[in-house]
């Protein structure tokens, strides 16, 4: 029904933005990655979602279209609904999130507040095939990343840590930045082990 809002921005939190538009001000509310891209000045433009209940009408708004079709995603997944939706896409990237169920990581998806292991294998199931969609796996980074963090699995497990926790470490190290080189990779989970 409301596809975007452009107007001036009255107010803006982490968690919400309120842009008066013909002399309504629309409530929307937000995630983080959206508040952080949202400029302060008072002019304002925001991808939104319409969310209808029978007791509520809520607005949701997106910095950029990949965001709100990420979020329709997530909302379309049994036991997803807006909240969680908007939580994931505050603790991590619209990339990430695409990597992550592309590539079919549930550590990823779990680690998000409110996604157990049940709704985390629902959504890799649901979704993996729709994501594609939006998200293009780059095979190469894919196999590489696979590659370098073995050889780091490896080298950890020489050095006598245990390899669940090595992973652990690494995988997060890893969410961060994908393009990590092997020895950068053991350095960090090193500090963090």
């Known amino acids: 029904m409301i596809t975007h809002i452009r107007g001036k921005l009255i107010e803006k939190n982490p968690t919400y933005a309120v842009i008066e538009a013909s002399g309504v001000g629309y409530w929307l509310n937000i995630s983080l990655n959206t508040f952080s891209l949202l400029p302060d000045n008072e002019s304002a433009f925001l991808y939104t979602h319409l969310a209808v209940k029978e007791d509520s009408h809520t607005l949701y708004g997106f910095i950029s279209k990949i965001e709100r079709e990420i979020f329709r995603l997530l909302i379309s997944v049994s036991g997803v609904g807006p909240s969680i939706a908007r939580t994931m896409l505050s603790s991590m990237t619209t990339d990430e999130i695409q990597q992550a169920i592309a590539s079919g990581n549930v550590g990823v998806i779990q680690s998000v507040k409110g996604i157990g292991a049940k709704t985390a294998q629902r959504l890799l199931v649901d979704l993996k095939d729709k994501i594609s969609k939006t998200y293009i796996v780059d095979e190469v980074s894919v196999t590489q990343n696979n590659t370098n963090k073995n050889e780091a699995l490896s080298a950890l497990e020489v050095l006598g840590f245990a390899k669940k926790q090595a992973e652990k470490v690494i995988d997060k190290i890893l ?19």
């Open 175 to 193: 969410i961060e930045d994908q393009t990590m080189s092997v020895e950068v990779l053991i350095k960090k989970a090193l500090k963090n082990l």
